[in-house]
């Protein structure tokens, strides 16, 4: 049995009107468990080959494999078995969470019984008990975040990809959203993780990789990784790899 969540050969992909390849040749795999974590400055590549991953974006040649599933073949069974969490709020701002909830659970298949029992586990470990009938427009940023992030789980999802999940969100609500996500992956959820937040990351990923220019550069386990190259934290590590600061890190203590 293939123990990849993830499983990326030879994938290539270019914008259309663009010259250049975001990606040639990619290759990368992700086991099943793991708390990845998929770094780099702006315009390295991150979000757009997490678009890939998710489908959202068409490929030019390559393979991508979600669950050993081909997502160029298999959209309809591949969108079951993942959660997506994007930086920018993917929800209806006019309904509240229980509504929300309930329009995303149906649209991913969900029975109605089996929808109803999720939300009421996501409102209570999520704090949103007391709002969930309220209109998610009234709610704060980090509100808006818990709610996002429970529309990505709603589905109970084998892999979860998490764009940005918790920017613009007060330290409570980082520390709850990051212990959530951890508890997630003790009970078999595989996450794929990328954030400009490395503090955080440090906190939340066990295996990490730097892509540059479209380049996956290193990719390894973070504790094997900063052990070599005598590094205590992901920035240094970066620059020691590259040469370069990263310009549009922002470096947030979670503690």
Not at 23 to 44: C, E, H, K, M, Q
Not at 50 to 72: K, Q, V
Not at 127 to 137: A, E, Y
């Amino acid at each position: 049995m293939d123990n990849d969540a993830i499983s990326i050969r030879d994938l290539g992909f270019s914008y259309p009107g663009q010259s250049k390849n975001c990606f040639s040749n990619l290759n990368l795999d992700i086991a099943v468990g793991t708390r990845f974590g998929l770094f780099g400055p702006n315009g390295a590549g991150k979000t757009t080959l997490m678009h890939c991953m998710t489908g959202l974006l068409s490929y030019s040649h390559g393979s991508i494999r979600l669950l050993g599933n081909e997502i160029a073949h298999h959209k309809k069974a591949v969108n079951k078995l993942f959660g997506f969490v994007p930086q920018d709020f993917s929800l209806y701002q006019e309904l509240s969470p229980v509504q929300n909830l309930e329009f995303f659970g149906a649209w991913s298949g969900m029975r109605s019984g089996a929808i109803k029992k999720k939300i009421t586990e996501l409102l209570e470990v999520l704090d949103l008990t007391d709002v969930k009938d309220k209109q998610v427009h009234k709610f704060s940023g980090g509100m808006k975040r818990r709610v996002n992030l429970a529309i990505g789980v709603i589905n109970d999802p084998q892999v979860l990809f998490l764009d940005e999940p918790t920017v613009g969100v007060d330290i409570q609500t980082r520390h709850a959203i990051i212990n959530y996500l951890k508890q997630l992956n003790r009970n078999g959820t595989t996450l794929i993780y990328t954030s400009h937040q490395l503090s955080e990351a440090e906190e939340l990923c066990d295996k990490i990789a730097l892509i540059e220019d479209g380049k996956i550069i290193i990719n390894n386990s973070l504790e094997v990784l900063l052990a070599e190259h005598k590094e205590d934290g992901l920035e240094g590590l970066y620059v020691s790899l590259t040469g370069k600061q990263y310009k549009d890190i922002e470096i947030v203590s979670t503690g």
